[in-house]
């Protein structure tokens, strides 16, 4: 027992030599190296969109924007039911949660790097030589090693765990987006196809009375036949539109089932056709909003991750700094068995330096660096691409608000128009048939372009919520 402990001892004061000799070393080194260890900081030299984008979203919390949660923007009762519905459902979103599980199980393995690795093997066995006894030898030994972190390599790889769960994260939030725009978007589509639906239905009525009329006239010789057999097929064509919009809505609700998550069915919607542009987003979007869309964030963390896959090739570059030891219980002490067994500890510190690894780090280290450079080109290119998307949707409801106004004030115009000019057949026959077919013809169209008009808005507006990051 005495000899055990004198041992101890001095494997003891051997180590925290190793170690003090270790740190000192590792000091020295760590003088040329400390940018190793430097957290990520978003560059901005000599790049004038970054440089814009850091100033902008300087002390800027995206998360606590308002103009970001889509009951702002997606008011109608009915279709909230359904996006709640769809975000509980989405396969898609379900896994773009079980990534995020991924990846922080991932990042919990990068912080338990820190920590020692403990093995427990335990072995025997016996031989006989010529007939002698059999002798059982065994040893129960419990291995400890602990990589010192001296040269931020766990460090580095535990912050790229960390960028590597933000990214997922960030596209968890974009699949979420995706999925309520996407319910959004065939919700609205199911309103145009019921409104189409039920204004051809109103003209195709009107167009029959117009039959019957016509039908009444020529009898009373205030017509012909022509005129007759043509307000006939004009009839049957506005009947032949109507199973492609009833097809249209089938497939479209099946659309909407799909996206939720059940099986195909028929949906209600909203004949209300009203709507506004948000307050936070109607004046324009400021640079610091392009902070939330998840693909400037995602690419931006990509950089990080760069950044921090960069320090992990420098770092393979210097020493590592391992510590094991070993001790358990044996009755195997050289080549004599003993019995009973003795406890037994060894302590033992190691120094590794590359030295020539056939250019391997080197070529590791200029790949990183190259790669740093596509994600700088990407999180540049997603800055671009944001501020185009969303003055584009602006622009694009701005038209089509405009646009729509004056389709307003043509169906009006054209109903005046249609009314006049049936009187004047009707009862003076100053006009001809011709022209009353044409008027009817002309206030059908702007109907259905008015409708047309009214679904480019909303989708503007979809496509809007989506550009300055929607989802949460």
Request: proline share 3%; aromatic share 10%.
């Amino acid at each position: 027992m005495l000899s055990w402990h004198l041992s101890y001892h001095l494997s003891l004061f051997t180590m925290n030599k190793l170690l003090k000799y270790s740190l000192v070393f590792a000091a020295m080194v760590s003088l040329s190296s400390c940018h190793i260890y430097k957290k990520y900081e978003l560059p901005a030299d000599n790049n004038v969109y970054v440089s814009d984008f850091k100033k902008a979203t300087e002390n800027v919390d995206s998360t606590g924007l308002d103009y970001l949660r889509w009951e702002q923007v997606f008011t109608d009762p009915t279709l909230q039911s359904y996006i709640r519905m769809a975000l509980d459902n989405n396969r898609n979103l379900d896994d773009a949660r079980l990534n995020v599980e991924i990846a922080n199980a991932q990042l919990k393995g990068a912080k338990l790097s820190y920590f020692p690795s403990v093995a427990l093997n335990p072995n025997g066995g016996t031989a006989s030589y010529g007939g002698s006894h059999m002798n059982w030898s065994y040893t129960l030994p419990l291995a400890i090693n602990w990589e010192v972190d001296v040269f931020a390599k766990i460090l580095n790889r535990k912050r790229g765990a960390q960028v590597s769960k933000e990214q997922m994260l960030d596209y968890e939030q974009a699949v979420r987006s995706q999925v309520i725009c996407g319910v959004a978007k065939t919700y609205y589509a199911l309103v145009l196809l019921n409104q189409q639906l039920d204004l051809t239905k109103r003209t195709a009525a009107i167009w029959k009375d117009q039959v019957e009329s016509m039908k009444l006239m020529k009898e009373a010789a205030r017509t012909n036949e022509a005129a007759v057999v043509q307000s006939e097929a004009n009839y049957y064509s506005i009947l032949a539109s109507i199973p492609d919009i009833e097809e249209g809505i089938t497939t479209t609700q099946n659309a909407l089932s799909l996206l939720i998550g059940v099986y195909p069915k028929a949906w209600t919607v909203s004949s209300d056709l009203n709507f506004e542009l948000p307050v936070s987003i109607a004046n324009g979007v400021p640079v610091s909003y392009l902070a939330s869309r998840p693909d400037v964030r995602a690419a931006e963390r990509g950089l990080a991750a760069a950044y921090y896959s960069t320090n992990s090739a420098r770092a393979a570059f210097y020493p590592s700094l391992n510590i094991s030891s070993n001790g358990g219980f044996t009755n195997l002490l050289g080549s004599i068995i003993t019995n009973p067994g003795k406890w037994f500890i060894q302590l033992a510190g190691s120094l590794s330096a590359p030295l020539f690894s056939r250019g391997q780090n080197i070529a590791t280290l200029e790949a990183a660096k190259a790669r740093q450079k596509q994600a700088m080109n990407a999180f540049e290119t997603s800055i671009i691409s944001a501020s185009s998307d969303v003055s584009n949707a602006l622009a694009s409801y701005k038209a089509s608000e405009e646009k729509r106004e004056a389709l307003v004030k043509q169906v009006e115009s054209l109903e005046k128009s249609v009314e006049y000019t049936q009187e004047l057949f009707t009862l003076t026959q100053q006009t001809t048939y011709l022209e009353v077919l044409t008027a009817r013809s002309s206030l059908l169209n702007a109907q259905l372009a008015s409708l047309s008009c009214w679904h480019s808005k909303v989708a503007a507006l979809i496509s809007l919520y989506q550009a300055v990051g929607g989802g949460r």
